[in-house]
């Protein structure tokens, strides 16, 4: 595959990618084996893998898409979550699985997680496709993690720079030209 001008390096490619989600699938399967969770895509991000993950699994499940953002003060993202698009599902009772692209802060998942908990799920899990746990600024570890890079901003798979970028079938790492 031909790389985007603007990536520096391909830090996943398009078969680790694959190879990743599908073991991932794997592991999911037997978490929930006999029963039916809802598996919430945190749009836009994680459309990608999202997408690929639960094709790969086997598991009876539904699904339903959620879009947040968490405004602070400064350029800080440790204010209030702000929902633009809440679940269709009443998750009371349900098994919940949220599907995330990256986990960089960790205020975002921090602040979704203890917002879906008052629903009252039988159970809510965190898969995310990347963790840059350097980055971290609150107590935030998702169950499943596919995997764990480096303090690198990326862009592809879904991710997106400027909301560009998202359709590149590998992750890759910016060139610093293309923000600085
Ligand atoms: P946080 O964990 O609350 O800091 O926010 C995580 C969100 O920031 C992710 O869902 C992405 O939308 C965005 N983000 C963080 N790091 C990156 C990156 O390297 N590339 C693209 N988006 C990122
Ligand atoms: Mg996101």
């Keep these: 595959m031909e790389k985007h001008a603007d990536v520096e390096y391909v830090m996943l490619s398009e078969e680790q990618i694959a190879t990743g ?20 895509c945190v749009l836009k991000g994680s459309v990608m893998f999202f997408a690929d993950l639960i094709r790969n699994m086997k598991t009876t499940l539904t699904i ?32 919940v699985l949220i599907v995330e692209d990256i ?14 908990n008052e629903r009252k799920p039988a159970s809510l899990n965190i898969v995310t496709l990347l963790d840059k746990p350097e980055r971290r600024e609150v107590p935030m570890e998702p169950e499943y993690t596919c995997f764990v890079i480096e303090d690198e901003f ?5 991710l997106d720079y400027d909301e560009r970028y998202r359709n590149l079938p590998y992750v890759g790492v910016l060139k610093r030209s293309v923000y600085e």
């Design 21 to 40: 989600v599908k073991a991932m699938a794997e592991r999911l399967d037997k978490l929930y084996d006999g029963r039916t969770p809802v598996v919430v």
């Design 64 to 95: 339903d898409f959620m879009s947040v953002s968490s405004y602070g003060s400064g350029t800080k993202s440790s204010g209030e979550l702000k929902i633009s698009k809440d679940l269709s599902t009443n998750i009371e009772g349900r098994d």
């Design 103 to 116: 986990i960089d802060s960790g205020n975002t998942l921090y602040k979704l997680k203890k917002l879906l």
């Design 154 to 158: 990326v862009i592809g798979y879904g």
